[in-house]
Nanobody
Framework: QVQLVESGGGLVQAGGSLRLSCVAS????????MGWFRQAPGWEREYVATISWSGAITYYADHAKGRFTVPRDNAKNTVYLQMSSLRPEDTAVYYC?????????????????WGQGTQVTVSS
């Protein structure tokens, strides 16, 4: 059974930083791209970032470019979302997800397993 456990969310002031972690189990982690999505109240789920199976390729949504990075550690079955220069509009529940393939996508439908989410709140 695949499990994804996110952690690291919390309350931070605008301009601050947070690092989210997502630990995966029950799968061959290094064979899959990993992604991050977010959802704010009243909004649809939104793509944030993807990292390929090896970590060599990353993709970012426009709102994340230059502020977020998405490293992974295959030895620890963990993917991270390093967020800096946070804005109030980044407030959302953040989800990590396992992609069906090695290189990933911004399309939510290509992700086959999802974590439970971690709340990030950015105060102004």
């Amino acid at each position: 059974q695949v499990q994804l456990v996110e952690s690291g969310g919390g309350l931070v002031q605008a301009g601050g930083s947070l690092r989210l972690s997502c630990v995966a189990s029950g799968l061959t982690f290094s064979r899959h791209a990993m992604g991050w999505f977010r959802q704010a109240p009243g909004w649809e789920r939104e793509y944030v970032a993807t990292i390929s199976w090896s970590g060599a390729i990353t993709y970012y949504a426009d709102h994340a470019k230059g502020r977020f990075t998405v490293p992974r550690d295959n030895a620890k079955n963990t993917v991270y979302l390093q967020m800096s220069s946070l804005r109030p509009e980044d407030t959302a529940v953040y989800y990590c997800a396992v992609n069906e393939g090695e290189y990933g996508s911004s399309r939510a439908g290509s992700y086959v397993h999802w974590g439970q989410g971690t709340q990030v709140t950015v105060s102004s």
